[in-house]
């Protein structure tokens, strides 16, 4: 048992880990731009609820801050549904509303809301004693910033694309670890300011509470190329997330 757990970790870790070395070399390009290390916290919830045998309602909220708790970073709330197409493969849509403040040591000028389409296909396999998964979403994204009066400046419209893969392997007999990495690409810009690249790599553990609930911890690195300001932000994040899933 105690080989099988040292195994499971180290093979969690080294997934990480290949995540997270391999940003550097994209900041390096931009040796001459400033580079910010800052904390945050972010906890979420996920809520995936099948109200049939293939469509499942989609719910994900995220509340994030600086500091491990102190000043407001971001706010987001995303509703969906799911459609499962076959017993390893998933396509779903939606609406997300992401209120961000000013924050960190590189803030944006104002407050920005925005309000976003997202449309995603998922797959799911194992390889060796691994689970993986893999998601592929495409944004549509409008956003604004807020003015002195509270009213909302003129709206920006932005595509990306997103690309998610996460390894997840039992490392006890009730908790498991997993490894994940998220890139971040905009598409169809050739404006500067519009071309903000970001990428997440998170390891982390999970216990699971019962057969529908499971609550997850871990540490997020947060990188962004932030073109407007020519800064390399780097976010140490705690991840709390609690989620629930209901299948037919």
């Known amino acids: 048992m105690r080989a099988n757990l040292a195994d ?16 550097p070399g994209l900041a390096a390009a931009q040796e001459d ?18 109200v049939s045998d293939r469509a499942a309602l989609w719910f994900d909220g995220h509340w994030r801050r600086m500091d491990l708790g102190g000043p407001p970073q ?5 509703p969906g ?40 296909v998922s797959a799911s396999h194992t390889l060796l004693n691994l689970s993986l998964s893999h998601r ?29 893969v996460r390894a997840q392997r039992p490392v006890g007999v009730r908790t ?4 994940a990495n998220e890139f971040f690409l905009p598409v169809g810009h050739s404006e500067g300011a519009q071309r903000r690249l970001q990428n997440r790599a998170q390891l982390g553990l999970g216990l699971p509470l019962d057969d529908r609930q499971r609550i997850e911890f871990g540490y997020l690195h947060q990188w962004n ?3 407007p300001r020519e800064t390399h932000e780097f976010n140490h994040t705690l991840v709390l997330s609690w989620v629930w899933t209901q299948r037919p």
């Not at 400033?34 to 099948?50: C, G, K, M």
């Not at 971001?74 to 995303?78: A, D, E, G, I, K």
């Not at 002195?148 to 419209?157: K, Q």
């Open 33 to 50: 731009w400033q580079v910010v290390q800052q904390s945050a916290l972010w906890v979420n919830t996920f809520v995936d609820h099948a």
């Open 136 to 164: 592929l979403r495409v944004e549509q994204r409008w956003s604004a910033p807020v003015l002195a009066d509270d009213d909302l400046g003129p709206l920006r419209y932005q595509q990306r694309l997103r690309y998610a």
């Open 176 to 179: 498991y670890g997993f490894a």
């Open 225 to 227: 190329r932030i073109t």
């Open 74 to 78: 971001q706010v987001l709330l995303r």
């Open 8 to 23: 499971s970790l180290c093979l969690v870790h080294r997934l990480a880990c290949a995540a997270l070395l391999g940003i």
């Open 81 to 120: 549904v799911q459609v499962t197409l076959s017993p390893r493969v998933r396509a779903g849509g939606g609406y997300a509303y992401i209120a961000t403040a000013p924050y960190g040591e590189s803030p944006n000028p104002r407050p920005v809301r925005e309000h976003r389409l997202w449309q995603q």
